[in-house]
């Protein structure tokens, strides 16, 4: 419409500029209803075919934007619409480990322990996922239980809530004569929540 923002440029994501103005505090903005950027700092810019470019950015030519990369290379210009993110921050692997342990000692004597563990690297186009939980037990020096299971599962966004899916399962128990029972799958899932 015309209106003239001026701020640093944080980021850029979902269709939505994050820019912090001085006078407004952060604003999060419709990218397509920007017309043009120019900016004194390098943004790092990622484009629809996962390229990722660094450079200060201006206007180029036909409401292009011109990406002033350093170096031999000419600046790019890419189309506004091309392009899904500004300063997107490196993919990082979440997770937790937790162990417990419990001996009793009286008329009987128990041992027991849990160890399970998590890792989960989400994105927007991707999730990776590994479990892993083991159980021991005994009761009056008599094994009680003992068996560990294991997961391992990405999934891939084909479309809005549709994502393809391959898994790997794992699974071993001393009393149920599992040495390692194993379950591969693969397929198409819908987010419907």
């Known amino acids: 419409n015309g209106d003239r923002l001026t701020g640093k440029v944080l980021s850029m994501s ?3 500029l994050e820019l912090e103005t001085a006078h407004a505090g952060k604003l999060k903005l419709d990218w397509a209803q920007i017309s043009s950027v120019k900016t004194d700092e390098k943004v790092k810019v990622r484009v629809a075919t996962g390229e990722t470019f ?8 036909e409401s292009r934007v011109k990406i002033e990369t350093e170096g031999a290379a000419a600046p790019i210009e890419v189309d506004p619409a091309k392009i899904t993110h500004f300063n997107q921050p490196p993919t990082q692997w979440h997770g937790g480990v937790n162990l417990s342990a419990q001996a009793t000692d009286g008329n009987t004597h128990t041992q027991s322990a849990l160890l399970s563990t998590t890792l989960n690297r989400t994105t927007e186009d991707d999730d990776f996922i590994i ?4 159980r021991y037990g005994k ?3 008599e094994l009680q239980e003992r068996n560990g299971y294991g997961l391992a599962k990405y999934s891939h966004k084909i479309y809005s809530d549709l994502y393809a899916f391959i898994s790997a399962e794992f699974l071993s128990d001393e009393f149920k004569d599992l040495t390692l029972q194993t379950v591969l799958a693969a397929g198409l899932g819908y987010n419907l929540v």
Do not use: H, N, T, V
């Open 14 to 16: 979902g269709g939505k």
């Open 54 to 61: 660094e450079g200060k950015l201006s206007p180029g030519a």
């Open 131 to 134: 479990r892993a939980i083991y």
């Open 139 to 141: 009761k009056s020096g």
